[in-house]
């Protein structure tokens, strides 16, 4: 059975929402296991920088790890050995992927990473992957660059990155290796027994290409199987336009806490608790008296 692609321009098909609404539901204060993030007028700043909250010590205290200069005028920084004199500054750019996120941490003049995010009910997931065209219901959704996530620093560049291709209850999976061939916008076919499909030669991520053909092949080798995924270990957005594998969220938005003064108190909140001291290590046993 033939299935022919008919490319679809991403942005035309899932841009729901105006870009400075969509790029608003990051506003706020988002908590994750092991920090907190917070994004403000995320739509309007042109020079934004990162505000990450790392809980230290077992989560006994909240380092204010990165931010920009000017957030001691809102409250002075604590100096102690738990934390550095000054802050990490780290700019970073947003960008869309129709209704998912890449936000790109800038490190210094010539390290930086990208992290590829959607944002479902008040929650980021991390590593989503985006529709880049449909036919015939069979879906094509391409992987980025995997990230740990909007950390303080720089992440290897993968040697391989995925692409999905969607036909009913049948996954494929093609995999896209590093190359260092100039980008090829075509198509190229790939055929496994009685299905087949077109799929992009090449897939771009953060500035870096990818094959699933060896030079100018026009056809991926070595196909496998399709498989199942089971519905419970994938959702999607509202449109299909996003997919998120078997994850856990990477921060949930907190809604009753939206600006900065709410995240300095939460910070002063934490850091003004007590750990409680530490068991015995030997029982403690009360002396025993006559009569008792």
């Known amino acids: 059975m033939k299935k022919g692609f008919l490319v679809v321009l991403l942005f035309a098909l899932i841009s729901s929402l105006p870009s400075q609404e969509n790029l608003k539901k990051l506003n706020g204060i988002w908590e994750g296991r092991d920090r907190f993030v917070f ?13 990450v909250v790392l809980k230290t010590y077992y989560g006994w205290y909240y380092d204010r790890a990165a931010e920009p200069l000017n957030l001691s005028d809102v409250q002075a920084r604590t100096p102690n050995a738990a934390t550095h004199k000054d802050p990490e500054v780290i700019p970073y750019k947003l960008n869309e992927l129709g209704e998912a996120f890449q936000i790109t941490i800038n490190y210094s003049k010539h390290n930086s990473d990208t992290t590829t995010f959607a944002i479902v009910d008040d929650k980021i997931y991390l590593n989503a992957l985006t529709l880049i065209s449909f036919d015939n219901d069979v ?5 980025y660059q995997y990230s740990d996530g ?3 620093y720089e992440q290897p560049t993968d040697q391989n990155i995925t692409l999905l291709i969607v ?27 009685n299905d087949t ?6 897939l771009e991520a953060d500035g870096t290409n990818y094959s699933c053909v060896n030079g100018r092949s026009k056809k991926v080798r070595n196909t496998m199987p399709s498989f199942l995924i089971s519905e419970a270990n994938i959702f999607y957005n509202e449109d299909k336009t996003v997919m998120i594998k078997d994850t856990e969220p990477y921060l949930t938005k907190l809604t009753d806490k939206q600006t900065i003064e709410d995240l300095m108190q939460i910070i ?3 850091n003004a608790r007590r750990k409680p001291d530490p068991e015995p290590i030997f029982p403690v046993k009360l002396p025993k008296f006559p009569g008792d």
Do not use: C, Q
Request: glycine fraction near 4%; charge should be negative.
């Open 39 to 51: 994004f403000e007028n995320a739509a309007d700043d042109e020079n934004p920088f990162l505000i």
């Open 139 to 143: 879906y094509l959704y391409r992987g």
């Open 150 to 152: 909007f950390l303080m």
């Open 167 to 193: 036909d009913g209850d049948k996954y494929y999976d093609v995999r896209y290796w590093l190359t260092d061939m100039d980008y090829d916008p075509s198509y190229v076919t790939f055929k496994y027994k």
């Open 197 to 202: 499909y077109s799929v992009p030669k090449h």
């Open 268 to 270: 002063n909140e934490a």
